[in-house]
């Protein structure tokens, strides 16, 4: 999580690189847990480049099969190690595949933005 400075008044916010190798790590350790994770990315301002102090980390999951309701498939998933509070979102492989076909607004901007980090 964020720190605040011994000697400032600021906080000090992870950059970009320190997120993503961050993630990388949580992948690993999320795939042992979820074998049935096929795909993993973040989108949004760290995506973009566009992050500040605040920000939090969109992540984007794809599995293969999933009987869960949308709303509660990242209840699942631990995102305490992270070092920013994070949101993440999990589609079942024929969700994500039907919803980059009829390329709706929220799928042309995943499509657009998304940087993968699995596989």
Known sequence: ?????LNLS??????????????????AI???EHPEMLRLGYFGSYARGDWGVGSDLDLLVV???TQVPF??????WDLSQL?????????SQPEWRRMQ???GKFA???ARETVWIYP
């Open 108 to 110: 042309q901007t995943l």
């Open 30 to 32: 999320a795939l042992k």
């Open 10 to 27: 600021v906080f000090k916010w992870p950059s970009r690189t320190q997120v993503e190798n961050a993630v990388r790590a949580w992948a």
């Open 1 to 5: 999580m964020p720190v605040r400075s």
């Open 101 to 103: 076909m009829e390329q």
């Open 83 to 91: 070092p920013i509070p994070a949101e993440l979102l999990i589609y």
């Open 71 to 76: 709303e509660r498939r990242s209840l699942a």
């Open 63 to 65: 599995v293969a099969q």
